[in-house]
């Protein structure tokens, strides 16, 4: 069985970006798919976006640094950019 796309969307107060990111592995924890996407520049800035409560997914705050994405999801990471 092949990996779904996560797709994910990012909102700044500037403008609204979609992504689609391909799985190339069963999943993808998300500290690391912020940084893939080139939303966070380092581990440490993807963990502030989300312990900050920046990063939603599927409409709802994610507090989980390793939160693993194996399908279709919306992700929403709002920037003070």
């Known amino acids: 069985m092949q990996p779904a796309?996560?797709?994910v969307v990012k909102v700044?107060?500037?403008?609204?970006?979609m992504q689609t990111f391909e799985?190339?592995?069963?999943?993808i924890p998300l500290n690391q798919l912020l940084?893939?996407?080139?939303?966070a520049e380092t581990g440490g800035h993807a963990?502030?976006?989300?312990?900050?409560?920046?990063?939603?997914?599927d409409g709802d705050?994610?507090?989980q640094r390793r939160k693993k994405f194996a399908q279709v999801c919306?992700?929403?990471v709002k920037t003070k950019r």
Do not use: R
Not at 47 to 57: K, M
């Open 35 to 39: 940084k893939a996407l080139g939303w």
């Open 5 to 7: 796309p996560v797709a």
């Open 23 to 27: 799985l190339k592995a069963e999943f």
């Open 12 to 17: 700044s107060q500037f403008k609204i970006t």
């Open 61 to 63: 705050v994610e507090t």
């Open 47 to 57: 963990h502030e976006l989300i312990d900050s409560g920046y990063v939603s997914v």
């Open 74 to 76: 919306w992700s929403t």
